[in-house]
Nanobody
Framework: QVQLVESGGGLVQAGGSLRLTCVASGSIDSVYRMGWYRQAPGKERELVAAIYNRGGTDYSADVIGRFTVSVDDAKSAVYLQMNSLEPEDTAVYYC???????????WGQGTQVTVSS
């Protein structure tokens, strides 16, 4: 089992920045992908950005150039630096921990990000 603890959400004005942090604990695999998904009201959950601990990233086209995902393998932590935030970025952001060899996902409880115009 893996537990995920998220922090860093909040309210920010358009053009501002926030940094999300997620720390994993428990049975951490040697190869994993951690990242962030988001879900806005009335919409499906979508990938924002993810990173493999051995290298490689995935980004939604909507956030390229504004968001940066990074990982600290020693801490089993993933970070999402969000700059130039837009009202359209408003959503609940969920931390995700994915283990490729088991094809299994773990999810955090979610943190609200609200961007005011």
């Amino acid at each position: 089992q893996v537990q995920l603890v998220e922090s860093g959400g909040g309210l920010v004005q358009a053009g501002g920045s926030l940094r999300l942090t997620c720390v994993a604990s428990g049975s951490i695999d040697s190869v994993y992908r951690m990242g962030w998904y988001r879900q806005a009201p009335g919409k499906e959950r979508e990938l924002v950005a993810a990173i493999y601990n051995r290298g490689g990233t995935d980004y939604s086209a909507d956030v390229i150039g504004r968001f940066t995902v990074s990982v600290d393998d020693a801490k089993s932590a993933v970070y999402l630096q969000m700059n130039s935030l837009e009202p359209e970025d408003t959503a609940v952001y969920y931390c995700n921990y994915y283990v490729p060899r088991f094809n299994h996902n773990y999810w955090g409880q979610g943190t609200q990000v609200t961007v005011s115009s």
